[in-house]
């Protein structure tokens, strides 16, 4: 079966650096998504990653590894508004999204 | 970007009731839309893929003749709750991608709140 795997929940500092992690096994891959999604909200863009390697956009930057299955989302100088889900979702090879349960991200000051 | 606008932003109606949702691309002709439903605490789980002029591809599980899903054209679909039950309530999602196929983006409109009393 599709599966992605990321953490449920993670806490992090005011003006820190956090990474969400997220594996996946699916058939076919056409690519890797990460949406953000406050409470209450619809899902908002952040990356795609279809090459290995890392993307970075700002202060998210977002990183892929296809042979291992494995993306990675890097929030720096971290606000109090990121505090939010944060989805990571894999095109599969009939190019549907499989999205993972996502990760309540909790900021502190 | 591509905005998608979803009306109305939330309803609430008594069982038995049916409830229409519209979701509409404003600034691009959207060749596929998608019906998600997430319940609290839960992931988006994709309900549909319509096409304009053809019939929605339901996923596994979801009944056809109870949510009832029309794309008239390439700026509008909507999503038709029938007989809604309390087990109904959640987040109703709709995107569009600009698209048919092929690794593209998925625009979200703001989502429906539905709540079945």
């Known amino acids: 079966g599709q599966n992605i795997d990321q953490p449920t929940e993670m806490t992090a500092t005011e003006g820190a650096i956090v990474q969400i992690n997220c594996t996946y096994q699916?058939?076919?891959?056409?690519?890797l998504f990460w949406y953000q999604q406050h409470a209450g909200e619809a899902p908002t863009f952040l990356s795609y990653?279809?090459l290995d390697g890392l993307e970075e956009k700002g202060r998210f930057s977002s990183f892929l590894s296809r042979s291992k299955g494995y993306s990675y989302l890097l929030l720096k100088e971290l606000q109090m508004k990121d505090s939010a889900s944060y989805l990571c979702?894999?095109?599969?090879?009939?190019?549907?999204?499989?999205w993972g349960a996502g990760t309540k991200l909790i900021i502190k000051p | 970007g591509a905005v998608v606008s979803q009306h109305p932003s939330w309803v609430i109606c008594k069982s038995g009731t049916s409830v229409k949702i519209e979701c509409r691309s404003l600034?691009?002709?959207?060749?596929?839309m998608f019906w998600y439903r997430q319940f609290p605490k839960q992931s988006l789980m994709l309900m549909a893929t319509?096409?304009?002029?053809?019939?929605?591809?339901?996923e596994q599980g979801v009944e056809k003749d109870k949510f009832l899903i029309n794309h008239a054209s390439l700026t509008l679909s909507t999503l038709t709750v029938t007989s809604a039950h309390p087990e109904d309530s959640s987040f109703y999602i709709c995107?569009?991608?600009?698209?048919?196929?092929?690794?593209?983006?998925?625009?979200f409109g703001p989502g429906t709140r539905l709540t079945v009393l």
């Open positions: 995107s569009a991608s600009l698209l048919a196929g092929g690794p593209n983006e998925q625009f």
């Open positions: 600034d691009f002709q959207a060749t596929t």
């Open positions: 319509s096409n304009e002029g053809s019939k929605a591809t339901y």
């Open positions: 699916t058939s076919g891959f056409n690519g």
């Open positions: 990653n279809v």
């Open positions: 979702a894999v095109m599969d090879s009939n190019y549907q999204l499989i």
